[in-house]
């Protein structure tokens, strides 16, 4: 079994590719939308919490994303051949390991903020104070992943050619 791994920012195009990378017949998964795999947790108490539009900030400060990697490492088993998994969680240095290959998909700030504001079916990243956040993520966690091996994707272009450009690696 292949497996890949594409990761960056909200609003870089993850989801949009998922989508068209499922309706060419590459099965993808968007880790958002799998119940109980990815939950806010609280860094000091480590209780779930939930996230709602305009939390603010100290929640974000106080809180991380995490997925849980044997549910991620079911989930990945259902398949056979290849698998997509899309998304990001705080705690990706402990996943990594699981994929054959990891895409970052970049693109300028200006962009992914117009795109998150733009978008109707998720509401992160709306908010004023979670944009800061975003913005003083995306900085260190690109510059980490492309350490870490990750092969950069640039989706300031349509999705189709973002699209054929994961295909090619993922042939590769």
């Not at 590719?17 to 609280?42: F, H, T, Y």
């Not at 989930?75 to 240095?93: E, F, H, Q, T, W």
């Not at 733009?118 to 260190?140: A, C, P, Q, T």
């Amino acid at each position: 079994m292949k497996k890949f791994y594409i990761t960056g920012t909200s609003g870089v195009g993850k989801s949009a590719v998922a989508i068209k990378l499922q309706e060419s017949g590459i099965p993808s998964v968007d880790m958002d939308k799998i119940d109980g795999l990815c939950r806010w947790v609280n860094k000091k108490t480590k209780r779930i919490s939930s996230w709602y539009p305009g939390i603010g900030y100290d929640f974000l400060e106080s809180h991380e994303y995490l997925c849980n990697k044997e549910k991620l490492t079911a989930l990945m088993s259902a398949y056979k051949g290849i698998i997509v998994v899309v998304g990001y969680a705080d705690n990706y240095p402990d996943f990594l390991d699981l994929f054959d290959k990891i895409f970052l998909f970049h693109c300028d700030e200006d962009v992914f903020i117009k795109r998150i504001e733009n978008r109707i079916d998720n509401d992160f990243g709306k908010h004023s104070s979670e944009k800061k956040v975003l913005l003083d993520w995306y900085r260190g966690f690109e510059s980490d992943m492309l350490k870490r091996g990750a092969i950069p994707i640039n989706t300031t272009e349509p999705v189709y050619t973002v699209v054929d450009k994961v295909i090619e690696y993922i042939k590769l």
